[in-house]
Nanobody, 129 residues
């Protein structure tokens, strides 16, 4: 079964940190660009960060630049999202998704949800005092 599974979410105080993990099973991430998305209640799903498979190039939403860092470990078939200086407005369900590297521009710049082939079930991140 081909699937992505996120973990690492939880409750954290403003200014705190969390590291989300995205694990793939049933397929290798080597040839996929990986995006992190989030969806807050009543809002549309939005792109947060993305990383290519070929050269590790990354993109970030303006709202998280300088605070979040995406990385991947192809040997472990894992992708991570390190989130620092968290704010209440970062509260959302976070999803990882995999899409074909050939669609890198649509995946990581246009954040085209339909171009992603696999999605995880999401992990809740709540930033609150």
């Amino acid at each position: 079964q081909l699937q992505l599974v996120e973990s690492g979410g939880g409750l954290v105080q403003p200014g705190g940190s969390l590291r989300l993990s995205c694990a793939a099973s049933g397929f290798t991430l080597d040839y996929y660009a990986i995006g992190w998305f989030r969806q807050a209640p009543g809002k549309e799903r939005e792109g947060v960060s993305c990383i290519s498979s070929s050269d590790g190039a990354t993109t970030y939403a303006d709202s998280v630049k300088g605070r979040f860092t995406i990385s991947r470990d192809n040997a472990k078939n894992m992708v991570y999202l390190q989130m620092n200086s968290l704010k209440p407005e970062d509260t959302a369900v976070y999803y990882c998704a995999a899409g074909a590297e050939e669609q890198l521009f649509r995946l990581c710049v246009l954040w085209s949800l339909d171009e992603y082939d696999y999605w995880g079930q999401g992990t809740q991140v709540t930033v609150s005092s």
